[in-house]
């Protein structure tokens, strides 16, 4: 558990339900003693995993100690406040959550909106002065991620213009210098990532969790704090930048600052819909341009992993909505603020495997056929042949495969029921045979063995067709209680018998032995001679207690007599020490 990462995993809580591989829409999880562990060099922190990971396993880092270290040590520590926040604190007012987060230690607090504006400015620029065909959206981290590390080939498609949050913290800079420290409150996870590469100037990346807790541990309740007219944000409101937390409020703002009327916009959010949408670039057709911006979730930062409101989308749109002035100011211009950006294709690469090499993996969990290949997902990977990839690069474990496990179960199970001596049977709620050996059926005769050799196990037999005490089986599943090591005379047999509970009202087993078999009757003398062995000293014992009880009142009643004639023991013969 690596706590420096801005996601890790609680290795004590992680429950072996490989959902987090299931969700995680690049299989940066990796199994290991057990545990879905984060791969940080394949993951995106897009946070899919800490929102689907039903036990809390998957943890956020929290930088607030950081952050509360900067006030501390007397650093001016400006807030730069994701516009989301009006999602997620509905029905406070701005002067009440300013005022609380200044009571915090917080210096100024200013709208990241402020930052977004400058980017959409800086990419209208672009546009109107390329000739580019296709612009890829940088504002989304987890986005960049992706493209980074997933899709080389689209790099250069890429925006070269920092995110909005990079932006505002070189805004905020040039307004107060470069001794101020600026921290981030938002709903993204990778903006962590983004506070480890600019760690120069960010304090840290809060979530609103992370606010709402430091609130708490503060003693300090926004709600409570009187409304103020002419408290807001520093250096003053953002205006249509507030959009950006919804799919499509990029391309509003840059929309209003654009020269040029021919771009077509298209917006993705959501994981999946953007690498549905990043497979079709290739095919796009000449002559046009097109920007393309692309959200992480679905919806936008609205819906972000760490948002603690989770109610429907259409009141968080609202709550944006309403509040954003998304009439342009002038006063946005970017001037000679430097909001440049390069991107690069990530270090590593996925390793090719070849086909034998797939073939053997698929081989180490049974699957020997394409027919053995089921692909039914429950390892958390799509297909069987992904699956086999990832044990060969070190993600997976072999019992990971459900089908696989179940198999191998199966024939440990069969193999020991086989090899006792003692007959065994299964049966379901209905009576029919599930399994059974060899020696259950020779039990009850030559007939029983010939059908058990022609369909071993006897899988669907009625076994009260087969056991003439099979009351005894139903008593055990109406009741369910076991009927333990009782013997019943069956022809020349004497049986020793005990049914049992393997799901209750549902599956039973019995054991079945045949006490004069003589390996069985050996056993059986062996057994019922320890049974009377420790019958004998449970009552010498309890003799020994009430020889030992009697001795102790003896001696209590010849001590009174003594002390009745003025006597000590020890003058009479020694009587009292002779029962010590």
């Known amino acids: 558990m690596n706590q420096l990462k801005p996601v890790f995993t609680r290795k004590a809580d992680c429950r072996d339900c490989y959902k987090c591989v299931r969700e995680c829409p690049v299989k940066a999880i990796k199994i290991e003693d057990n545990s879905a562990c984060i791969v940080d060099d394949l993951c995106i922190h897009c946070g899919r995993c800490v929102e689907v990971c039903p036990v809390g396993a998957k ?43 200044q009571q915090l230690g917080f210096a100024e ?79 993204c996870i990778a903006k962590k990532v983004e506070a480890e590469h600019f760690h120069e100037t960010l304090a840290g990346a809060l979530t609103f969790e992370n606010l709402q807790e430091w609130f708490s541990d503060a003693k300090v309740d926004p709600f409570k704090i009187p409304v103020t007219a002419d408290i807001n944000f520093f250096p003053g409101p953002a205006s249509e930048g507030g959009l950006y937390p919804i799919d499509g409020g990029m391309i ?33 057709p000449a002559g046009r341009q097109i920007f393309v911006e692309l959200l992480a979730c679905n919806g936008g930062c609205i819906n972000g992993p760490v948002m603690k409101r989770r109610e429907a989308t259409i009141l968080k749109r609202d709550s944006i909505f309403s509040h954003v002035d998304r009439i342009c100011r002038q006063g946005d211009q970017i001037g000679n603020l430097d909001v440049a950006a390069k991107f690069s294709i990530a270090s590593f690469q996925n390793k090719k495997h070849t086909e034998n090499a797939i073939r053997t993996a698929l081989q180490r969990v049974g699957k020997t056929s394409s027919r053995d290949e089921l692909n039914c997902g429950s390892c958390g990977y799509d297909s069987c042949r992904d699956f ?63 059908v058990f050799d022609a369909s071993p196990g006897m899988e669907g037999a009625q076994l009260n067709k087969i056991v003439p005490f099979h009351k005894v089986f139903r008593n055990v599943l109406v009741t369910g209680e076991d009927w333990v090591d009782h013997d019943i005379g069956y022809k020349d047999h004497l049986l020793n018998i005990s049914v049992f509970s393997i799901e209750k009202g549902q599956v039973i087993g019995a054991v079945i032995q045949d006490i004069r078999v003589p390996h069985v009757r050996r056993d059986q003398v062996v057994k019922r001679v320890e049974e009377v062995i420790r019958l004998n000293l449970e009552t010498v014992q309890k003799i020994a207690y009430l020889l030992g009880e009697n001795a102790s009142e003896t001696e209590l009643r010849l001590n009174n007599v003594l002390e009745a004639f003025g006597s000590e023991p020890e003058e009479i013969n020694g009587i009292s020490e002779n029962y010590e």
């Open 59 to 101: 943890k956020v880092r929290n930088d607030v100690p950081a952050v509360r270290q900067q006030i501390e040590l007397g650093k001016q520590v400006f807030l730069s406040l994701a516009p989301s926040w009006r999602a997620e604190f509905r029905n406070l007012h701005v002067s009440q959550l300013i005022k609380a987060l």
């Open 388 to 450: 086999a990839e990832a044990l060969l690069d070190g993600k997976a474990m072999e019992n990971m495969c459900v089908s696989y496990m179940r198999k191998l179960a199966s024939k440990k199970a069969n193999a020991l029921i086989k090899a006792m001596p003692a007959g065994v049977v299964i049966a379901d709620a209905g009576l029919r045979i599930i399994e059974c050996n060899r020696r259950f059926a020779s039990i009850f005769g030559s007939d029983m063995e010939m």
């Open 252 to 284: 509003s703002g840059i929309k209003s600052r654009l020269q040029k009327t021919d771009v077509e916009f298209m917006c993705f959010s959501g994981i999946d819909s953007i690498t549905a949408a990043l497979r079709e670039l290739d095919h796009i």
């Open 109 to 187: 607090i200013s709208e990241t909106a402020i930052g977004a504006q400058m980017v959409s400015q800086a990419v209208a620029l672009l546009i109107d002065s390329s000739k580019q065909q296709l612009f890829l959206s940088t504002a989304c981290p987890a986005v960049v991620d992706l493209i980074c590390k997933y899709y080389p080939d689209y790099v250069r498609f890429l925006t070269p213009v920092v995110s909005p949050l990079i932006a505002h913290t070189r805004y905020l800079k040039s307004l107060t210098g470069e001794n101020i420290s600026v921290a981030f409150a938002g709903p």
